[in-house]
């Protein structure tokens, strides 16, 4: 489940507009939440707050091991008026699970974001800053996020920590998205270590020429509307949405000050909301250096589950790993034979061609809500993870165990329970 901060700084993106997952760091992102999530140790308690647009806080306690906690805020010159009491806010948007890819956004031109006043241009670029002080150890964590542009976006994370070589360090990210391709230059205090990142986006793209987007989009709308007699095999190709979306990226990094590099590549292929079928991704990427090859597959099964599968293989030392998980949302219906007024305006189950296709498009109940999620993994050393997450009453828990079934005389790994509060 994301933290309160995780969860405000996102609401500053869907703010912004701006899409995390086009860039490459984001390529495996749905099987690392199906696959690579965390499982709670100990009790763990936190207290947040978004007391004013601009400003939150979080504070937690934790006894995994030994008592310890952390303070933490956050400040953000763009308001944020987003539902953030833990007794209504929507789960989808603080549990990770199976990430729908949506179609490309053309970015805004600088200009349209403009602000003059008596001839003095009076707009500013937004930003967030971020803090958090780990108690007792007396750990610093800060970060810098500045809006440069519609496209563009600089980063600077900091950790101050007596552990660390110089006694800290200072990564620098400045992110571009271009709706078509992204691009991502870092650097890092940490060996000096320089690094650059790209993804690039094949098939249809918005048309930069509002005329002739606003000219397809209606040809496909009388394509599929009654009376015309055309289904969906009729519409031209160019008008038509694309179903899916074929990515390819690739990094490289080098440290200065211990002469290393490194570089790997990865596709991704992806569904997009008019696929009709069950929504799926799937990504391969390799490390040609360190000869690894990662292949991921996740599908949405259902409305509420989605099953994941990866399998690493290492072409020098041919070592394998294989790991399947899958997730399980419940959801609290409203009495069958209850839809909304908008569903049934549109009729979608009595529109020419749509008949029979996938049941993603047919309605569903009034008043549907998400009261939690199963999460489950399983690898081939019989390591097995579960976790549930959930609400109850005005709070967010988590609670998750893990367990290796190889070893009968101590089964546990971990066991442990987080619970968030916020209003």
Known sequence: MRD??????NAFYEKLHWNNDNFYGTLTATAKALLDFDTPRGLRLNASSLSSPNFATSYSLSNAGAVDGSLSFLYSS???????????IELRRVIQGYRHLQDLRKRDETWREEV?????????KDALLYGRLYLPRSTLEALYLRRISPT?????????????????N?????QTDAGRYSTEYLYSTDSALFGVRGLYNFGAFPSSNPSSRSATYTSANLALSPGHGMGDGNIPFDARPPHGRFSAGAELYYGALNASGGLSTGIRFSTLPAHTGFPYTMTLTVNPLMGNLSS??????GENVALCSRFDFNVYSYESELQM?????????????KFSQEQESTGAADKPGLAGKSNFLQPKPVGEDVTGVLKARVDQNWNVGVLWEGRMKELLFSIGAGFDLRKREQIFRAVGLEVQYSH
């Open 4 to 9: 309160f901060m995780d969860f405000v700084q």
């Open 78 to 88: 763009l308001p944020l008026r987003t539902e953030s009491r833990s007794s209504s």
């Open 116 to 124: 003059w006043h008596q001839g003095k241009r009076v707009d500013r």
């Open 152 to 168: 563009r976006q600089l980063k600077i994370s900091y950790v101050s920590d007596s552990s660390l070589p110089h006694g800290g």
């Open 170 to 174: 200072v990564l620098a990210l400045l």
């Open 296 to 301: 991921t597959y996740a599908v949405k099964a």
């Open 325 to 337: 998980g899958c997730e399980i949302w419940r959801l609290k219906r409203a009495p069958l034979g």
